[in-house]
T-cell receptor, first 112, second 108 residues
Framework: DTGVSQDPRHKITKRGQNVTFRCDPISEHNRLYWYRQTLGQGPEFLTYFQNEAQLEKSRLLSDRFSAERPKGSFSTLEIQRTEQGDSAMYLC??????????FGPGTRLTVL | RKEVEQDPGPFNVPEGATVAFNCTYS??????FFWYRQDCRKEPKLLMS???SGNEDGRFTAQLNRASQYISLLIRDSKLSDSATYLC?????????FGAGTTVTVRA
């Protein structure tokens, strides 16, 4: 399978714990994006990498959120001190110098 | 005001019917336009790009009106497998902005 992959697919955690998600983009894609989707809403942009450089961060991304793409390949999204409001689907997408983005299956986070 | 507004539906149509819905966007500088399809608890999947000249992909026809900042999608000869949420998407500086989606249910 050469699509975007994400791990884990599901994560249940207790409030206050830290969680980390991983995204592996399509191999030749230089751009990687993170989005968050809550029930009944469309995905909302969180952050964007071109190669290893993080070029944009949404105001939605509080200080508790950090994303990295150290070698310009896979990316991680970490949430520290999780809150119940962080419960959502976290989607990763990638593209190659175009506006057409391809999404991974998402990581569904539940914060108890 | 949300950047992309869609009629949430639901549109409940019989097999074989034609269904059409649209969205509006607020940023006149938006560069590219798409319809994505999302099945329940799955990731969004690209359905088609949208161009000012209008474009078709099989039973699907999309239209963009830049002057009115309006995007439409028409599905002809609906199939049960067309049941999904359709997300209207615009791009600004490579960042996708999504509408909340229009739910379509096709019944036998």
């Amino acid at each position: 399978d050469t699509g975007v992959s994400q791990d884990p697919r599901h994560k249940i955690t207790k409030r206050g714990q830290n969680v980390t998600f991983r995204c592996d983009p399509i191999s030749e894609h230089n751009r990687l994006y993170w989005y968050r989707q809550t029930l009944g809403q469309g995905p909302e942009f969180l952050t964007y990498f071109q190669n290893e450089a993080q070029l944009e961060k949404s105001r939605l991304l509080s200080d508790r959120f950090s994303a990295e793409r150290p070698k310009g390949s896979f990316s991680t999204l970490e949430i520290q001190r999780t809150e119940q409001g962080d419960s959502a689907m976290y989607l990763c997408a990638s593209s190659q110098n175009t506006d057409t983005q391809y999404f991974g299956p998402g990581t569904r986070l539940t914060v108890l | 005001r949300k950047e992309v507004e869609q009629d949430p539906g639901p549109f409940n149509v019989p097999e074989g019917a034609t269904v059409a819905f649209n969205c509006t966007y607020s940023n006149s500088a938006s560069q590219s336009f798409f319809w994505y399809r999302q099945d329940c608890r799955k990731e969004p999947k690209l359905l088609m790009s949208v161009y000012s000249s209008g474009n078709e992909d099989g039973r699907f026809t999309a239209q963009l009106n830049r002057a009115s900042q309006y995007i439409s999608l028409l599905i002809r000869d609906s199939k049960l497998s067309d049941s999904a949420t359709y997300l209207c998407v615009v791009t600004n500086d490579y960042k996708l902005s999504f509408g909340a989606g229009t739910t379509v249910t096709v019944r036998a």
